[in-house]
């Protein structure tokens, strides 16, 4: 493995603030736009718009909002969800940002633990699209695949406190062709950090829960230093919250740092640094026959060593079935986790050349170091006489890039052209170290250090890539009349992997030679055309019409997801190579929304075709995974509606509800599979949903209660298993006591979650999904918690 760079990703951190700022410090700035307008906001709102004024949205903080649409601009992509610092305030302080988008109709969360920081059993669907089909950024950085052990991107809650998060925008439609990623089949989801304040100040935050659950937060600002404007912002945050079934915990701290230099009256830079740790053990992934036939409860050994020691020995009388065995699953394992180290920093231009002619741009740089562990009782330490060893896999990847784009404001249309560019070292490689024997010392941790007894005995694999993306982007906002907007352009995008496998254990993979290769995915002209018409007041039509693409997804041999270098061999590889395409879709959404005082509404309706969809059938066993990768049809239509009642000032009641029909349109190509798959529906995401969210504000006071139901969800591709459907609620308040003596905010807020203490699975095919019947990918979700937090601002 590559020893790991961060000396020079640090030096890079260093260098391009000090020479951007000195370069953006000589440009003459002119009065633009008093809403100043970063490269991560999807919205454009020009000087010279004839558009209509339109009155404040009626969902606001006093009426506990529940989803803020912002309707007084228009979407540059038909209408985003924009969900505000208000309505995350709900949420149980430390959430992983991605379930805070759960409240909108059309997506689904499921997490493990819950505050969703355990990302092996986190997901997230946008109406039937993966997180690795989404397009992320973070500050206007393209943070990419949210999924676990990615080499390819890095999850929200590693690269940002969710504290210092003041505002995500989610786009449900097709995406907009100025949102840099290559992962972008359905919508895009867009993370805004919060600036550092203009005075100076402070803020403390303890959390306390559950299972000996604590989490603590501390930020700092400058404020205004000099007469320019300068300012600054530092937090630290940590996390530790008990596993709910069996040992181990999971902690997680952070650091964030910006600094904002106004340049001006109208330009700025911006800098921001996240550093980021995680060390956690996982629950024990289920498979139907564990949970039938052992229950709800079954765990890790950790950290009983004699246990697990005597149960590889195959001297203990741990319950198990025959379905089990002969499956080959594990349903006691000693232990499994992640630690990671993830490192990311970006630098944000927003300078105004004149009064028609703005450039955005963002610097960025982001490194990550995993390392993912299971026991294997497959595997008996070689230098001591332990029946198991510990299996990790390692990960790394290191990606810099830039992107910038350029506004031009006519009289009636926007100009907004730019590009994108990012290279990707990526590192993947599975290793075996010894356990101790019975009584002759400690056993290692899931999170490390795995070389106390000694070096790797065992390498399984090495992987090495290199990955360059480019996009180019042209888009046209058009304004023929006051009340009407017409958004049409286009995206170029390249994305070239090389590399492979660099070591390969024939005794191990059973294959004499793994993937190597090359492999380029690109397409000139992806188009996109939209609209959206205001023909009333407080009324509003939108579509959206777009073709994405996707690029190759990188994993190693055995890998989750569907990439073409996780297959068996180097045969398989070359002939898939000789007939895979990249991952294309068509995406159509047509809407309407109605902005009221008393009442706020919303319905949607949308289809998708996407061809040459690459799809993961796992076989084999959690330590050893088998993937087959194979080509397919996807056709999603589906309908989203949505209504807030705000009869009285503080009371909001929202309710939602989702129907999506998701099929596969052809058979999948397995060698004597004889398994039909056209027809089916789509795996691991919900027919139908429901949410709602009564809220009510008095004074300081703030309550709020929700519930959500997501119905059965297919487990296999045939459909031949599936779980069933659940409720989840949860509940909770907030009292903000206001100034007390030098204290200038003192709140007290209580959290409830899975309130009814509802039995559910939550996380499906983390381990992949199997073509037909049973396999050990499901994760129960968690019981009832409890979370109160106390936190001041000084």
């Known amino acids: 493995m590559k020893k790991n760079s961060y000396p020079y990703f640090c030096k890079l951190l260093v260098f391009i603030p000090i020479g951007s700022v000195l370069y953006a410090s000589s440009v003459h700035a002119e009065i633009f736009n008093k809403n100043r307008i970063t490269l991560s906001q999807s919205h454009i709102k020009s000087k010279k718009s004839s558009l209509p004024k339109k009155k404040k949205s009626s969902i606001t903080a006093n009426s506990s909002e529940n989803v803020s649409v912002t309707?007084?601009?228009?979407?540059?992509?038909?209408?985003?969800?924009?969900?505000?610092?208000?309505?995350?305030?709900?949420?149980?302080?430390?959430?992983?940002?991605?379930?805070?988008?759960?409240?909108?109709?059309?997506?689904?969360?499921?997490?493990?633990?819950?505050?969703?920081?355990?990302?092996?059993?986190?997901?997230?669907?946008?109406?039937?699209?993966?997180?690795?089909?989404?397009?992320?950024?973070?500050?206007?950085?393209?943070?990419?695949?949210?999924?676990?052990?990615?080499?390819?991107?890095?999850?929200?809650?590693?690269?940002?406190?969710?504290?210092?998060?003041?505002?995500?925008?989610?786009?449900?439609?097709?995406?907009?062709?100025?949102?840099?990623?290559?992962?972008?089949?359905?919508?895009?989801?867009?993370?805004?950090?919060?600036?550092?304040?203009?005075?100076?100040?402070?803020?403390?935050?303890?959390?306390?829960?559950?299972?000996?659950?604590?989490?603590?937060?501390?930020?700092?600002?400058?404020?205004?230093?000099?007469?320019?404007?300068?300012?600054?912002?530092?937090?630290?945050?940590?996390?530790?919250?008990?596993?709910?079934?069996?040992?181990?915990?999971?902690?997680?701290?952070?650091?964030?740092?910006?600094?904002?230099?106004?340049?001006?009256?109208?330009?700025?830079?911006?800098?921001?640094?996240?550093?980021?740790?995680?060390?956690?053990?996982?629950?024990?992934?289920?498979?139907?026959?564990?949970?039938?036939?052992?229950?709800?409860?079954?765990?890790?050994?950790?950290?009983?060593?004699?246990?697990?020691?005597?149960?590889?020995?195959?001297?203990?009388?741990?319950?198990?079935?025959?379905?089990i065995e002969a499956n080959g699953q594990s349903p006691y394992l000693y232990d499994g986790g992640q630690a990671e180290v993830d490192y990311t920093g970006g630098l944000n231009f927003d300078i105004a050349l004149n009064d028609r002619l703005h450039w955005l741009s963002v610097v960025y740089g982001q490194s990550d170091t995993g390392h993912y562990t299971y026991s294997d009782y497959g595997t008996p330490s070689a230098d001591t006489e332990a029946p198991f060893s510990e299996e990790v896999w390692q990960t790394r990847q290191e990606r810099y890039g830039a992107v910038s784009s350029l506004r031009y404001e006519a009289d009636h249309h926007t100009i907004d052209t730019g590009v994108w560019f990012e290279n990707n070292d990526q590192q993947s490689g599975l290793f075996w170290y010894n356990e101790p024997t019975l009584g002759q010392g400690a056993p290692l941790k899931t999170v490390g250090p795995y070389t106390t007894y000694g070096a790797a005995f065992k390498q399984g694999y090495g992987f090495q890539w290199h990955t360059n993306n480019f996009t180019y982007h042209l888009e046209d906002t058009w304004h023929p009349l006051h009340n009407l907007r017409v958004v049409a352009g286009f995206k170029s995008m390249v994305a070239t992997t090389v590399g492979g496998a660099q070591y390969n254990n024939p005794d191990f993979t059973g294959a004499d030679n793994l993937a190597v290769g090359g492999l380029t995915a690109s397409s000139a002209f992806l188009p996109h055309v939209g609209a959206n018409w205001h023909f009333l007041p407080e009324h509003e039509l939108y579509f959206d019409v777009a073709e994405n693409m996707r690029s190759y997804q990188v994993q190693p041999y055995g890998g989750v997801g569907a990439s073409p270098w996780s297959v068996q061999d180097q045969t398989t590889f070359l002939q898939l190579r000789k007939t895979i395409k990249p991952e294309k879709d068509w995406v159509y959404a047509v809407g309407y929304r109605y902005n009221g005082k008393y009442a706020q509404g919303s319905l949607a309706g949308y289809h998708a075709d996407a061809n040459n969809r690459l799809q993961a059938a796992t076989a084999g066993t959690i330590t050893n995974p088998v993937s087959t990768v194979v080509s397919s049809t996807v056709h999603i239509n589906g309908v989203d509606a949505a209504l807030t009642l705000t009869p009285i000032k503080g009371l909001a009641l929202y309710n939602s509800v989702s129907y999506n029909h998701a099929t596969y349109g052809s058979n999948f190509a397995l060698e004597n599979s004889g398994m039909t798959t056209q027809g089916k529906r789509l795996v691991n995401y919900p027919e139908f949903m429901y949410k709602a969210n009564l809220s009510y504000t008095w004074k300081g006071l703030e309550t709020h209660f929700d519930v959500h139901y997501y119905s059965k969800r297919y487990f296999s591709y045939t459909n031949d298993t599936s779980v069933p459907g659940y409720w989840l609620a949860s509940t909770g308040a907030r009292w903000n006591v206001g100034k007390v003596g030098f204290i200038k905010n003192l709140m007290f807020d209580f959290n409830i979650y899975n309130l009814m203490n509802s039995k559910y699975i939550s996380m499906m095919g983390e381990n992949g999904n199997p073509m037909s019947g049973d396999y050990q990918s499901l994760e129960r979700g968690s019981i009832r918690q409890y979370f109160g937090t106390v936190s001041a601002q000084f």
């Open 71 to 323: 309707v007084s601009r228009f979407a540059s992509h038909g209408a985003d969800n924009v969900i505000s610092k208000a309505i995350m305030a709900q949420f149980t302080p430390g959430i992983n940002p991605l379930k805070v988008a759960d409240r909108l109709p059309g997506v689904s969360f499921s997490s493990t633990d819950p505050l969703g920081i355990d990302t092996w059993g986190t997901s997230i669907y946008v109406r039937g699209f993966f997180m690795d089909q989404l397009g992320v950024t973070l500050d206007g950085i393209p943070l990419e695949e949210q999924i676990y052990q990615s080499v390819m991107g890095v999850n929200i809650i590693q690269a940002a406190i969710s504290d210092d998060i003041s505002r995500t925008t989610v786009s449900e439609g097709p995406g907009g062709v100025n949102v840099p990623s290559t992962s972008t089949l359905g919508g895009t989801l867009q993370f805004e950090t919060s600036d550092p304040a203009n005075k100076v100040g402070a803020k403390v935050s303890q959390g306390f829960g559950s299972y000996g659950s604590f989490r603590t937060y501390v930020r700092g600002d400058t404020g205004k230093l000099n007469a320019s404007g300068t300012k600054a912002m530092v937090a630290y945050s940590r996390s530790d919250e008990k596993l709910w079934v069996g040992g181990g915990d999971q902690f997680q701290q952070q650091v964030d740092a910006k600094i904002v230099q106004p340049i001006g009256q109208n330009s700025n830079v911006k800098v921001f640094f996240n550093w980021s740790q995680l060390a956690e053990w996982g629950y024990q992934d289920q498979s139907l026959s564990i949970l039938n036939g052992l229950g709800w409860r079954v765990s890790h050994l950790y950290p009983n060593y004699t246990q697990a020691y005597e149960y590889g020995l195959g001297n203990t009388s741990l319950p198990t079935t025959p379905a």
